[in-house]
């Protein structure tokens, strides 16, 4: 199951990138070899900028291009510092946001995976804005903030090295409270960076496991919007999310196998770059909740590889015209037991659920929360609560089959024992089967 260098994976990936112009224009630069392009992509965001990176650490040949690409063009870099550890630390939020302020720079680039760039969309926040990160958790709270003072912030260009969250491109800041273990998110159109760039050729330097964290987030955001999408906003949303599952899917284990496929890292990177225009147009939900809450024991993009069958069965009633499609992407790629023609209702998302287990185990997933070492009881306790909190009240509304806070326990509770343990038969239907 590898994408092959053929005409009608051309045309998928050509389709990709027609969406992703339509999506950002002449904000984005992406592509295969595209770095050199950097300095002038930079250039109207001003002439001073505070370089936020850990390129220096496992890519510096990448890091000088990219200074030198900026040189180039008159713009002077005023210091180099390290970016965000994995998940974004509200700490390292805090220590980017006093760097900016002493710097006060033109512009920060940002050139890092997801959790770096969400670290400088914080700080960023912080830094124009004062107040602490928590005052921002949630819909829209730095767009009040900024009406009610008159402020603007500063430009941020994200320069994306892993295929994973499309950070780049998005409204969303992922913060973590590691004293916690519990992360939250600002999600405000104000945050995103108004410029970014992506070289694919980049991530051929991503390990094997990271390559696969990433490709799976970016299936989980496709796949969630998908199945939030209402008859009316179908239409785009399913362009892009059907093209972004499947340059992931037909890819994913020609990547890992062999970091430097092209075109399976094109792919990849396309896929994934699809995942943020999916969630510019929608919200991701239950998975996305429930991971986190996972952050101590699990990389996001696996925590919601796991997450996804058992959701995929609990929204099984609401979403079948959503699942029809995924069963005729899978079975094309050689993931369903069955014919999808043949299926239909429960059976239909079961079917489904198990493409995702499948492609899952081939890359060496876990596919339950009970084979992830450290995982315990309270981690479903901590997921429940903070699906509560109204900080993260969106991702229940986001739900195919919304819930309330007052229903979490009684109808997410069962998912995430069914997630532990394997059994879908706990999932408790909130619809007729």
């Not at 033109?106 to 770096?116: C, K, T």
């Amino acid at each position: 199951m590898t994408m092959d260098n053929n005409a009608d994976d051309r045309a998928l990936k050509d389709r990709a990138a027609g969406l992703l112009r339509e999506f950002k224009g002449e904000r984005y630069v992406f592509g295969l070899d595209r770095l050199d392009e950097l300095g002038p992509h930079a250039a109207p965001l001003g002439r001073r900028c505070l370089l936020v990176t850990g390129l220096d650490q496992w890519n510096p040949d990448f890091l000088r291009r990219m200074i030198s690409s900026l040189r180039g063009n008159d713009i002077t870099v005023t210091r180099v510092v390290p970016g965000a550890r994995p998940n974004a630390p509200r700490e390292d939020v805090s220590r980017l946001t006093e760097i900016i302020i002493r710097e006060v720079p033109d512009f920060v680039l940002a050139a890092d995976g997801g959790s770096g760039i969400d670290a400088v969309k914080a700080a960023v926040v912080l830094a124009g804005l004062g107040g602490d990160v928590e005052d921002y958790f949630g819909v829209g709270k730095v767009t009040q903030a900024l009406d009610a003072s008159g402020k603007s912030l500063m430009p941020v260009l994200a320069v994306q090295t892993a295929a994973s969250s499309a950070a780049h491109l998005t409204k969303y800041s992922n913060i973590t409270d590691l004293a916690s273990s519990q992360k939250k998110l600002i999600v405000d159109e104000a945050v995103v960076p108004a410029r970014a760039l992506f070289d694919y050729s980049v991530t051929t330097t991503m390990p094997g496991g990271f390559t696969l964290d990433g490709a799976f987030d970016g299936i989980a955001h496709s796949l969630e919007v998908f199945y939030g999408a209402g008859a009316d906003g179908m239409g785009r949303i399913l362009e892009t999310a059907e093209t972004g599952i499947e340059l992931i899917v037909s890819s994913v284990e020609a990547a890992a196998a062999d970091g430097r496929n092209m075109a399976a890292r094109e792919a990849l990177g396309l896929g994934t770059d699809l995942g943020g225009y999916a969630i510019m147009m929608g919200g991701t939900n239950g998975a996305h909740l429930t991971s986190f809450s996972l952050v101590d024991i699990l990389s996001h993009g696996r925590a919601c590889a796991i997450m996804n069958p058992y959701y995929t069965v609990f929204f099984g009633p609401a979403i079948q015209p959503q699942l029809r499609i995924l069963a005729g992407l899978y079975e094309k790629h050689g993931l369903m037991d069955r014919p999808s023609a043949d299926l239909g209702g429960k059976d239909l998302a079961l079917a489904v659920a198990g493409a995702m287990i499948k492609l899952a185990r081939r890359v060496g997933f876990p596919t339950t929360l009970g084979e992830v070492e450290g995982f315990s009881q309270a981690h479903i306790a901590r997921a429940l609560a903070a699906a509560k909190n109204p900080q993260l009240e969106m991702k229940l509304r986001n739900m195919p089959i919304a819930l309330t806070g007052d229903m979490v326990d009684g109808y997410m509770g069962p998912v995430l024992r069914a997630a532990a343990t394997g059994d879908f038969g706990l999932i408790q239907s909130l619809r007729p089967e």
